[in-house]
């Protein structure tokens, strides 16, 4: 897949739901995986790591993320890919809630996410579905009207 037909597969959301757009960003953050696997990658690190910086945003440094590299190689994906599971949250393990100034939010529900974790091995393996640019959501001509308030700017003291 091409970098623009990436971009549409995982940011879309016009056809499709937030936990959709959430379980077709794993399945492309997969694909990179494998692929920086297939390639014996550790020299590639910093590189790599600038182009996720771009692309990702996340709190981890490069230092913690060279941390992870050791247990990667233990589960051997490679080889393995089978041992890598994935779940969206999605309802009933998370439900819509409108916070007190409008804002749109997931509200967890712990119990159904303990029980969801216990179950993790039971989940469908990533590797099993590969993404592809056919189950990329069209794109409709024009953009989806909302009814998304316009912000007021604040005054500044």
């Given amino acids: 897949m091409d970098y623009v037909t990436t971009k549409r597969y995982v940011q879309s959301r016009y056809t499709t739901s937030d936990t959709s757009r959430n379980f077709r960003q794993q399945r492309v953050v997969w694909a990179i995986m494998k692929k920086a696997l297939s ?7 910093p590189a790599l790591y600038e182009q996720l ?3 990702i945003a996340t709190d981890m440094t490069l230092l913690q993320m060279v941390a992870l590299v050791p247990a990667t ?7 393995h890919p089978e041992r890598l599971h994935a779940q969206v949250m999605q309802a009933p393990v998370v439900y819509s ?4 100034n409008g804002a749109w939010l997931y509200m967890p529900d712990y ?13 469908p393996q990533i590797a ?6 056919a189950e990329c959501p069209a794109q409709p001509a024009a953009p989806a009207p909302t009814d ?7 005054p500044t003291p």
């Fill in 39 to 45: 390639m014996n990658a550790p020299d590639r690190v």
């Fill in 53 to 55: 910086n771009q692309s």
């Fill in 73 to 79: 190689y233990q589960l051997d994906l490679q080889n």
């Fill in 97 to 100: 809630w409108v916070s007190s």
């Fill in 111 to 123: 119990v159904l996410i303990q029980k969801m974790l216990d179950e993790i091995f039971d989940a």
């Fill in 128 to 133: 099993a579905s590969q993404p592809s640019p």
């Fill in 148 to 154: 998304t308030p316009t912000p007021t700017p604040t």
